[in-house]
């Protein structure tokens, strides 16, 4: 069943009436059934009235003021309503709802809706709330944006093989392997602060060159000296975990394997869907290709912390030529890399939280966690040169895609990715799952998307949780290859740019950010139903081992883990104050939880529990707010 949206005017009187016929037409293109007129939507004042089959119902309404909403159901159910802002710049009044007396909420049909506890004072502005970390450094990926704004147009304009994503010259670039320096070898590198902080490195990997989709390509890694664990223990850094060879060489292998073939590392996992990292340039700001990346591990921001921190970033920054006059470039170190922290690679441990214990690479939950980092950061590390011709670029957006990278690549890394669930378990989880990006998005649902918070730990954090949620359901409607490949095809990483390529992928070009909003909204309220085709698809009703989301790309075949977000609870603890919550977020005394619906998000509102019969609603929609019905 897909979404129907309804442009009424004002004061409209809209019957919902559940009716053994079929609803079969929606907002995203035809559905697969048949159409017989009944859900035919108007234009003007008149009554709309909707015949579904389907146990579940989703209508939106883009109207503004004051209308009346009727619902009718022939056998109990529970009836929500999302309220979208589509501004994705301003907050938007809280809408007004006042229902009939026979509309009143009642629990005496068992309804479904989650009611979450308040915890105290706690909001936005509380501590910084548990679960995964940062992922990087979201300001580095502002100065990114920065510089990709600053450089446009360095980018080579042409490939003389043809393809816009590959570099000039890639099918038969070679590496000069004499050129990459010896094990051994030290140098600086200046980290992503904006002043001269320079962290003494030395080279401990080479791989040599290696075959790749896109040519020859080679890795070397650098260890900050303070992190390396020396066979000649005086010779040993100070930090509290150091990084051994055998950490470094397995970790390497990951990224660039330097075995035959193109579908045994996370560099041609990548680039076949994204295209290469760097390559010819037109700008005399920018440095060279010589088909060599590098990894430097050190202590990111020195704070030797064991259990969390930025765990790495990509910046642009570091392909600049050295005082070349670019911002940032007095202290760009020169190279096609990526900082790692070493102290947390190091740190064993199988519950993100220990630090003693055997370490693995893929059995302690740290280091899974930075090999996730390697396709995160790797996004980025294209995205910057792919994108260097774009219009604009936003954080929101750049991080999306980064973390569904992760989640692309997650079951070939074998890390379990923001998706919180096993690697090799496709279905949608056990409930009470308190894993990855999506327990804190389930606590806090209405916050915006588009508005990336840097004011705190906590703000940051959500805004990670809501892009991802925003990310996997787009590449659950539309394919993962297709959207990612989509949006990087964009004139921009930006809301524009995710909206262009729904368009393209949907074949609707009426489409807009807050048809967008609103379909994402609906799709979280029914996302425990397995049985849900596009644009509300989060669960495939996949079992264990067989994915129920799969795209090809060269051969390689990527598949996707299902959602359900009311397997998800988040538990709060801090000062004394706890809560718990299982499912969305959705309010009960209140269309909002704030008083006001942010930018560029959905507000959860349970309107009737168990209504059997007739409901009736007047509803004040301020101007920009969608309102999308859900029966359940």
Known sequence: MRIRLARLAAATALPLALASCSFLQGLFGSDDGTEDGSGEASSSAEAVSVAISEPTTVRTIKSSGSLTLTVSLESA?????VFTNSSLGSYADEPGVEPSASSARSSAAGG??????????????????????????????????????????????????????????????????????????????????????????????????TATAMGERALRV?????????????????????????????YAGKFLSGEAGTDNDIYDWVTKVLGAEWGDVGSSSLIGFDGVIDIVL??????????????????GRDNLVKGSG???????????????????????????????????????????????????????????????????????????????????????????????????????????????????????????????DSSSDSGQLISYSSSYAFGAWLMRQYGAVETLRAVEDQASV???????????????????????????????LVSDDS???????YDSGASSGKPGFSSTEADTTYSLGDINMYNYTYTYTAGGQSASQ????????????????????NAFYLAAEGLSGTGTWTIDLPEGVYLTVVIK
């Not at 650098?222 to 397995?250: I, P, R």
């Not at 939280?353 to 996730?372: F, I, Q």
């Not at 895609?401 to 279905?427: F, H, N, Q, T």
Request: with cysteine; charged share 25%; net charge negative.
């Open 77 to 81: 159910g529970d009836v929500y309503f």
């Open 112 to 209: 479904t809706a989650v009611a979450r506890t308040t915890p105290g004072s706690l909001g936005l502005s509380g501590p910084p709330p548990a679960g995964r970390p940062p992922r990087g450094a979201p300001e580095v990926t502002d100065r990114n944006a920065e510089l990709r704004d600053e450089l446009r147009g360095g980018k080579a304009e042409a490939d003389p093989y043809g393809a816009a994503r590959s570099v000039s010259g890639s099918a038969s670039f070679e590496v000069d392997e004499a050129a990459l320096g010896s094990v051994g070898d030290v140098r600086d590198f200046y980290d992503y602060e904006t002043v001269a902080n320079a962290v003494p490195v030395t080279l401990r990997y080479v791989s040599g060159a």
């Open 222 to 250: 650098w260890v900050a000296d303070d992190c390396w664990d020396d066979d000649d223990d005086s010779l040993d850094g100070d930090k509290s975990l150091l990084v051994s060879q055998a950490m470094t060489d397995a």
């Open 298 to 315: 050190l202590d990111i921001d020195d704070d030797g912390s064991t259990t969390g921190g930025v765990l790495g970033y990509f910046y």
């Open 326 to 452: 670019a911002s940032y470039s007095a202290y760009s170190n020169e190279m096609v890399c990526f900082a790692i922290d070493a102290v947390m690679l190091a740190s064993a441990g199988t519950d993100g939280v220990e630090t003693s214990g055997d370490w693995s690479l893929e059995g302690s939950y740290w280091p899974r966690e930075l090999v996730s980092t390697l396709a995160h950061e790797f996004q980025h590390m294209i995205s910057f040169y792919q994108n260097l011709d774009d219009d604009a670029d936003d954080t929101w957006a750049e991080e999306m895609m980064s973390m569904c990278v992760e989640d692309l690549v997650a079951d070939k890394i074998l890390a379990d990715g923001p998706r919180g669930v096993a690697y090799d378990d496709y279905s949608a989880g056990l409930s009470g799952n308190g894993s990855g990006r999506l327990p804190l998005f389930v606590y806090y649902p209405d916050s915006s998307l588009t508005n990336w």
């Open 494 to 524: 930006d809301s524009d740019g995710v909206l262009a390529a729904a368009r393209e992928l949907s074949g609707d070009s009426d489409l807009d950010f807050g048809d967008l909003l609103a379909a994402w909204g609906a799709a979280v």
């Open 531 to 537: 049985g849900r085709s596009a644009p509300y698809r």
């Open 582 to 601: 299982a499912g969305p977020w959705i309010n009960v005394d209140g269309p909002t939880y704030y008083g006001a619906i942010y930018p560029s998000s």
